[in-house]
């Protein structure tokens, strides 16, 4: 059996995105949800992370708290989902691998909207 590629991640990512709660799911029309191997040097090392295994995923941008109806001319947010990380998370743990993208996509979809750990948690088991 082969290894999950980058699409097979991208399609995970894309199924966990419908059991978010659409009353939270109907403000993130505008993330992007993107995929790579890994996190870049430059990203690891602005975290203060040296094993890129480590980074399981990232949201990058201005979370919906901080955000000023104002702005324009900005990239839209986005959450990186780490193919090799996720992977080696679910070597691991023999978590399955829907359950752990699952998992790290709510985790940075939180952080999208200011939430704490406890309120992404609440979010995932009612999910």
Same mark, same amino acid.
């Given at each position: 059996m082969s290894e999950p590629d980058l699409d097979d991640i991208a399609a995970l990512g894309a199924? $966990?995105?419908? &059991?978010i709660p659409e009353h939270l799911r109907a403000h993130c029309r505008d993330l992007?949800?993107?995929v790579a191997d890994q996190a870049t040097p430059e990203d690891l090392a602005e975290l203060d992370i040296d094993d890129p295994l480590d980074l399981l995923g990232l949201y990058v941008g201005q979370g919906r708290p901080l955000r000023d109806s104002w702005d324009t001319g900005t990239e839209p947010d986005q959450v990186w989902l780490y193919r090799r +990380? &996720?992977? /080696?998370? %679910?070597? =691991?743990?023999? =978590? +399955?691998?829907?359950? %752990?993208?699952?998992? %790290?996509? &709510?985790? =940075?979809i939180g952080h999208h909207f200011g939430?704490?750990?406890?309120?992404?948690?609440? &979010? =995932? $088991?009612? /999910?």
């Amino acid at each position: 059996m082969s290894e999950p590629d980058l699409d097979d991640i991208a399609a995970l990512g894309a199924r $966990a995105m419908q &059991i978010i709660p659409e009353h939270l799911r109907a403000h993130c029309r505008d993330l992007v949800i993107r995929v790579a191997d890994q996190a870049t040097p430059e990203d690891l090392a602005e975290l203060d992370i040296d094993d890129p295994l480590d980074l399981l995923g990232l949201y990058v941008g201005q979370g919906r708290p901080l955000r000023d109806s104002w702005d324009t001319g900005t990239e839209p947010d986005q959450v990186w989902l780490y193919r090799r +990380p &996720i992977l /080696a998370y %679910v070597r =691991e743990t023999t =978590e +399955p691998l829907g359950h %752990v993208v699952q998992h %790290v996509l &709510i985790h =940075e979809i939180g952080h999208h909207f200011g939430f704490s750990d406890d309120d992404m948690d609440r &979010i =995932e $088991a009612d /999910a």
